[in-house]
């Protein structure tokens, strides 16, 4: 049996492993000129390891990617990287049950109450029930209003912009029972994982076409289709859901400024803004995650954003938008000059965080659609999980099996 796999993202990839170790004829159509998706990464004169456009780690109990990656020859380490909070000008570790408790910046009450409300969602095993509820209506209830209005409001505002009202309690609830301190990477990055992934792949028969757009798809009166002028038995479709149908949901781009500077610009790995009127929601120093040595030595920066479509930073030059953010650095970091930036990208991605609303099970895409032979997986079918490379993995693997057995 002959199958086509429209994407090199980790759900293509995934799914190609299963199906070629099944005996099946793959062939994996990718635009791009490497494997990997949103994970894609790139390489800079004086780097040893690619990084990601953007950021990207796993958390300690992914163990789809894990497992996934020890089998291609490339097993994930793990560091525990500081996450905080910059909130009334101060870095603020806000990682942990005991950081929390000694957050003055609201009432010891508050802090106890919001710890509990977050160590009740980390109990719950199975949190989709919470999907009835928007997460703006159930979270000032279970972590309080002054810890909702300082701390979880901004963040979510901020990632979510217009989008926040629609966003479900379970979604929420995924986030927080998922999240672990201890978090990891691949040696070489993560384009080094797509790599070794694609070779297992084309060391077991399969095909992976870099580089070849899919121009042409069309159903065969006979059975099957066609794709790019080849027959094909069935076909799977890894790109985002608006590219392939009517989309259930919204999408928000994602857009990240990367930044090598020759110092370091914070304390930590992970800041979150919970500032007001910050032209991004996060700043992440990726070499206080991995050692700068495979970055020549320098800083490596991201800073990170969730935009709705026509946000008018989408359509600002790389230029104008280092300089839209600059000011803001100083802020983080006081020592901080411009002369630090030894040079800078600007990605950008449509289709990139899915946002989940209200009773989103019920309108849940199947994997096996209502065209015989075609199939389709993407972000949009993680739910309730938030999109990440472990579930990208979890889904090929399911539609794998779907496909095996249909």
């Known amino acids: 049996m002959k199958v086509a796999i429209i994407g090199a993202g980790f759900t293509g990839l995934a799914a190609a492993i299963d199906l070629v170790e099944a005996r099946w004829e793959v062939t994996v159509f990718e635009a791009e000129k490497r494997p990997g998706g949103l994970a894609v990464g790139f390489l800079s004169s004086g780097w040893d390891w690619s990084l990601e456009r953007y950021y990207h780690h796993i958390f300690a109990n992914d163990k789809t990617i894990i497992d996934l990656a020890a089998k291609v020859g490339l097993p994930a380490f793990f560091q525990t990287p500081k996450t905080n909070s910059l909130i009334n000008g ?21 802090r106890l109450r919001m710890g509990l409300g977050l160590m009740v969602l980390k109990l719950i095993r199975n949190g989709l029930f919470l999907e009835k509820w928007g997460a703006t209506e159930v979270l000032p209830l279970l972590v309080g209003e002054e810890g909702y209005e300082k701390v979880w409001k901004p963040l979510l505002a901020a990632k979510f912009g217009p ?68 027959k094909f038995d069935k076909v799977l479709i890894t790109t985002p859901a608006v590219l392939a149908e009517k989309p259930p949901i919204d999408y928000l781009w994602a857009q990240t400024l990367v930044l090598e500077l020759d110092q370091s610009l914070m304390k930590g790995y992970w800041l979150n803004i919970l500032e007001k009127d910050w032209p991004f929601l996060v700043a992440v120093e990726q070499t206080n995650f991995v050692d700068k040595d495979h970055y020549g030595g320098k800083t490596i920066v991201y800073l990170g954003n ?23 650095l100083t802020r983080i970091n006081p020592s901080f000059r411009p002369s630090w930036v030894k040079r800078s ?35 949009s079918q993680v739910y309730p999980w938030d999109r990440g490379t472990n579930y990208a993995v979890e889904l090929g693997q399911r539609a794998a099996n779907l496909i095996k057995n249909d």
């Open 345 to 379: 990208w600007c990605f950008e991605a449509p289709f990139a965080q899915p946002v989940f609303p209200v009773n989103y099970s019920r309108k849940l895409p199947e994997i096996r659609t209502a065209l015989p032979d075609l199939f389709s997986a993407n972000m």
């Open 306 to 328: 969730y935009l709705a479509d026509g946000d008018k930073r989408l359509k600002l030059a790389e230029e104008k938008l280092l300089k839209l953010f600059l000011p803001f």
């Open 90 to 110: 101060e870095q603020r570790q806000l990682d942990s049950p005991l950081s929390l408790l000694m957050f003055s910046d609201i009432s010891l009450f508050s």
């Open 163 to 230: 989008y926040l009202p629609q966003v479900n309690m379970a979604w929420f609830w995924a986030r927080v029972y998922k999240r672990t301190q201890s978090l990891g990477y691949f040696e070489g990055g993560f384009q080094a994982l797509a790599d070794k992934t694609a070779a297992y792949v084309k060391n077991r028969g399969g095909k992976i076409r870099l580089g070849e757009k899919v121009k042409l798809m069309k159903q065969d009166k006979k059975g099957g289709w066609w794709v790019n002028n080849e």
